[in-house]
């Protein structure tokens, strides 16, 4: 029964990442097509001084899904891990 249990856990954690990692690359593409042309003037462009940029938002969307993957990949050893043990 607990075989089982913990069957179903590592099989919805799967699927979870699985979608978290699709979503990923599906708004790295978006993000890809939506500046695709630009010019380097376009994309550094500041309205307002204290405004970001095209290239300043990206830069930030990177940094961030980096963190993201990083968070997965420990989140991921941990429960194998903790299931390892069991």
Do not use: C
């Amino acid at each position: 029964m607990q075989t089982a249990f913990f069957e179903n856990v590592r099989l919805a954690w799967r699927a979870e990442r699985s979608d978290a990692i699709d979503r990923l690359r599906t708004s790295r593409a978006e993000v890809e097509i939506a500046v695709r042309g630009l010019s380097e003037s376009q994309l550094t462009y500041k309205p307002t001084p204290d405004t970001w940029s095209v290239a300043e938002i990206i830069e930030h969307m990177l940094r961030v899904e980096g963190g993201i993957q990083s968070l997965f990949r420990r989140l991921h050893e941990a429960r194998r891990a903790r299931l390892m043990r069991i």
